[in-house]
């Protein structure tokens, strides 16, 4: 599964009813993992490592690269899912300044 989102975003139910997909994936015996970004709609108003926490899950952050990104990676659900860090960015602020990541984490090639 790849989002733009975090897919456990508290503002967008269509976020994280796009769980719902992986889940029966993984109850059918497939390997699932998920990469998104820990963008939300609600940008400003969000903490996303402390709302991560929140829910539970062990939450590894990596270092950060020389552009200053971590990631966020965790299992929940039986999921590993792996959120590239755009801190407190909405879900339509991160993209012009991360596609090239985003497309090499879900080993896609850049389309201009």
């Given at each position: 599964m790849a989002?733009?989102?975090?897919p456990q975003d508290p503002a967008s139910g269509a976020a994280r009813t796009a769980q719902?997909?992986?889940?029966?994936?993984?109850?059918?015996g497939f390997?699932?993992?998920?990469?998104g970004t820990t963008?939300?709609?609600?940008?400003?108003?969000a903490e996303p490592l402390a709302y991560l926490r929140s829910l539970g899950p062990d939450v590894h952050v990596t270092p950060a690269t020389h552009s200053g990104r971590r990631e966020f990676r965790f299992t929940q659900c039986?999921?590993?899912y792996t959120?590239?860090?755009?801190?407190k960015?909405?879900?339509s602020g991160w993209r012009p300044r991360l596609?090239?990541?985003?497309?090499?984490?879900?080993?896609?090639?850049?389309?201009a």
């Open positions: 989002l733009p989102q975090m719902t997909a992986p889940e029966m994936a993984r109850d059918g390997e699932v993992r998920a990469l963008a939300t709609e609600r940008g400003e108003k039986s999921i590993a959120l590239v860090d755009t801190g960015l909405r879900v596609p090239r990541r985003a497309d090499r984490r879900s080993g896609r090639a850049r389309v």
